[in-house]
């Protein structure tokens, strides 16, 4: 992706991005928690990663960090969940 891709984004499909990225955060969370969470949750994130990784690099490298802050927020218990 591109800087031109960046500037021809409209509103909505940014705000489509941040859902993705909240959802796989959320995934994050619950895949810390146990078994059987970590299997709904590893399904659910594997899922949205491959849909990242064929949509751009950016936002593939954006899903990696979301998970690994989610994964850190949560072991150090700042998360509510």
């Known amino acids: 992706?591109?800087?031109?891709?960046f500037?021809?984004?409209n509103l909505s499909a940014v705000a489509i991005d941040?859902?993705?990225?909240?959802t796989t955060a959320f995934f994050a969370t619950l895949f810390v928690r146990g078994f059987?969470?970590?299997?709904?949750?590893g399904i659910s994130m594997a899922t949205l990663l491959?849909?990242?990784?064929?949509?751009?690099?950016?936002f593939f490298l954006a899903q990696l960090v979301a998970i690994v802050l989610a994964v850190v927020a949560t072991v150090a218990g700042v998360l509510p969940l």
Do not use: D
């Open 1 to 5: 992706m591109s800087i031109e891709e």
């Open 7 to 9: 500037r021809r984004r």
């Open 18 to 22: 941040v859902l993705y990225l909240f």
């Open 36 to 41: 059987w969470p970590a299997v709904i949750a």
């Open 50 to 58: 491959y849909f990242a990784w064929r949509s751009s690099w950016a």
